[in-house]
């Protein structure tokens, strides 16, 4: 069933599961050393027949506590600049290319904060990655965020150069022509001075990937 030689994730990822089956393995994964402190797996959630993925980076605060990807402020805003790009969040599926929450406390408080994944963990959880990439066998791919991008390109992609442009020449071995387009992850707009710019900018950014069904 699993493939039990490979390090990370892969030994935890069971050979021609469904959606279903491979939410079930996620949950027990200890593929890198992430699960330690998070509450759970995170695992994308969606249509199974959805012609669009949107790749988020990890869980946050409110992911990790609810269990799924994109309930927090973060996916409000999300869910807004997907309307007005055009693409229906009911039928798109959304993952998070590392499915375990990385955070630290704040001294003496229980205040979770937010800490980007490293390479080695970026690697470690790609395999879960590729496996919902086989099974949706999606049209488009949508990177929210540098390391969404990452887990795609590798660690070399910088999304501030490669945003907003179809792209197809990945680290996944898709060989179906997936599109791939990067932007920025939907938490810089609420962190931005300028909200109104960088929300334009991530509204842009979707358009391309509507443009991309057509």
Not at 163 to 183: I, K
């Amino acid at each position: 069933m699993a493939r039990s030689s490979a390090p990370g994730a892969e030994k935890f990822v069971p050979d021609g599961a469904d959606l279903e089956q491979l939410r079930q393995a996620a949950a027990i994964c200890q593929g890198c050393d992430l699960y330690r402190a998070a509450t759970q797996t995170v695992f994308g959630t969606g249509d199974p027949d959805a012609r669009v993925v949107l790749l988020g980076e990890q869980p946050g605060d409110q992911e990790d506590r609810q269990g799924r990807p994109f309930v927090g402020p973060a996916g409000r805003v999300l869910d807004r600049a997907l309307a007005e790009a055009g693409i229906d969040r009911e039928v798109t599926y959304v993952t998070n290319a590392v499915k375990h929450f990385k955070f630290e406390r704040v001294e003496g408080g229980k205040r979770r904060i937010h800490q980007s994944p490293n390479r080695t963990e970026i690697v470690a959880c790609r395999p879960w990655l590729v496996a919902e990439l086989d099974f949706l066998e999606p049209e488009v791919l949508v990177c929210l965020g540098a390391t969404a991008g990452k887990a795609v390109f590798g660690h070399s992609f910088k999304v501030t150069a490669q945003r907003g442009v179809p792209m197809t020449n990945t680290e996944l071995n898709d060989p179906g022509g997936l599109v791939v387009v990067a932007t920025i992850h939907p938490s810089a707009v609420l962190r931005s001075r300028d909200r109104d710019e960088m929300y334009a900018g991530l509204v842009s950014d979707l358009r391309v990937a509507a443009d991309a069904l057509a």
